[in-house]
């Protein structure tokens, strides 16, 4: 289900950046864009995650981007099987490189109960009915990728405490605000913090964009073949080479695509 919903929003983001830049449309330059204005595009990206792209142009009307990701229920709800409050009771599972991750059983978003259950490696959640138990409908994650409006409440929900575990139905709701990585999105964080990283690789698709536009297709797009002297694969757009190495390339360069796209021109 997750990766049919990445391939739909991938697909409108492709016809969005396409019918508005079209194959003969100039690249992104300072004087073509208005001064002072902010866009965002989103996009559900790597498998589990709310991409973000926020598009900007400064006083001269010379465009910049920066991305970020926004971590699902699922990385948001992670507990400690082994502190005092948590148990096989109150908790569901995931595996994830063979290793077992637990989460609370009970989370709220924006008010509503969701409950976890764990569906082969995978933890689905979805509403809670009177009793506590699964009452059907749509996985939460589902729900929160559904569209750009779904997925830009989402990322502003979380960050202002709107997502928020239980140690059982009922009990209070304890925000979270905070993970594993620092906090609930990655730029920032540790998440993959060593060798280029994380953010390494969203610097340089950063660097990339603003020192060469951003009209390109996926074609445009190919990474090496052979790792070279650091052990790394790395990505070029037409003949330049990125300095980007991270698997999900594309979809990182459509999202940012999706917000430049939204800038009104001069």
Known sequence: MRKASLIATIAIAIVLVLAACGNGAPEATGPEFAPNQTTEAYIYIHGGYVGIATARTNAQGEPSVELDEAFLPHTLAAVDIDADEWN????????????????????????????????????????????GNPSGGQDLELIIVRDQDSMADYVESIQNGGFGIMTGFGDAVQPVTTTAYGQV??????????????????????????????????????????????????????????????????????????????????
């Open 88 to 131: 096989e009771d109150n908790t569901a599972w995931y595996i994830v490189r063979g290793n077992q991750n637990y989460v609370a059983k009970y989370v709220e978003y924006n008010g509503a109960t969701y409950v976890g259950t764990t569906v082969g490696t995978s933890v689905t959640y979805v509403a809670a009915d009177e009793d």
């Open 185 to 266: 999105t990655k730029r920032g964080s540790s998440y993959w913090d060593f060798g280029l990283g994380w953010q390494g690789n969203i610097d340089a698709i950063e660097a990339f964009i603003e020192e060469n536009g951003w009209n390109f297709s996926i074609a445009d797009m190919s990474r090496a073949a052979e790792p070279n002297d650091d052990d790394q694969r790395l990505w070029s757009v037409a003949d330049a080479v990125t300095g980007a190495t991270l698997s999900d390339f594309p979809d990182y360069f459509m999202n940012a695509q999706m917000a430049l796209v939204q800038l009104e021109r001069n």
